[in-house]
């Protein structure tokens, strides 16, 4: 008798723990529900901590997007689009390299070629082709000296 209330009381702790670790939010879980609801300006600070220190290259992707989708409605077009371009090289990359092909890895394909150019070029105009020259230029640039710096440091690839 003692051993099976044993027995339930640890099966009982060993779920609510689990479902405790799994209610555990990230600052891009964050910044996404704030985004969602509207409030870019409470999403921002997440979405910076999560562009700084990314939990995966998917992240890093997710939160760029997420950041230039926010400078698009407050009307910075430059920020807009070189967030939303970094989001589309990344992603572009992740896609590129992804291993595991599956309906995740298609779905993140069209997004790269289409859905994203589509918002760049939706953006273009207002900046001008020498404005855009210089902002995908200061984004290749910081994502190749980013990309060098992990991989001299054996980091997340």
Not at 122 to 137: F, S
Request: glycine share 8%; hydrophobic share 45%.
């Amino acid at each position: 008798m003692k051993k099976s209330v044993l027995l339930l009381v640890v099966v009982f702790s060993m779920a609510f723990m689990l479902a405790a670790c799994g209610a555990q939010k990230n600052e891009l879980d964050m910044g996404h529900d704030l985004f969602m609801k509207g409030d870019c300006a409470g999403a921002m600070p997440y979405l910076d901590d999560s562009i700084a220190q990314p939990d995966s290259i998917m992240d890093l992707a997710y939160a760029c997007f997420l950041k230039g989708r926010c400078a698009e409605k407050a009307g910075d077009v430059t920020t807009a689009y070189e967030y939303l371009y970094a989001s589309k090289v990344v992603a572009g990359y992740v896609v590129a390299h992804d291993t595991h092909v599956n309906l995740n890895t298609y779905g993140r394909s069209d997004f790269v070629q289409t859905k994203i150019p589509a918002m760049l070029a939706k953006l273009a105009p207002d900046l001008g082709a020498e404005k855009v020259k210089a902002v995908t230029a200061k984004v290749d640039k910081a994502l190749q000296a980013e990309y060098l710096k992990e991989v001299m440091e054996g980091g997340r690839h």
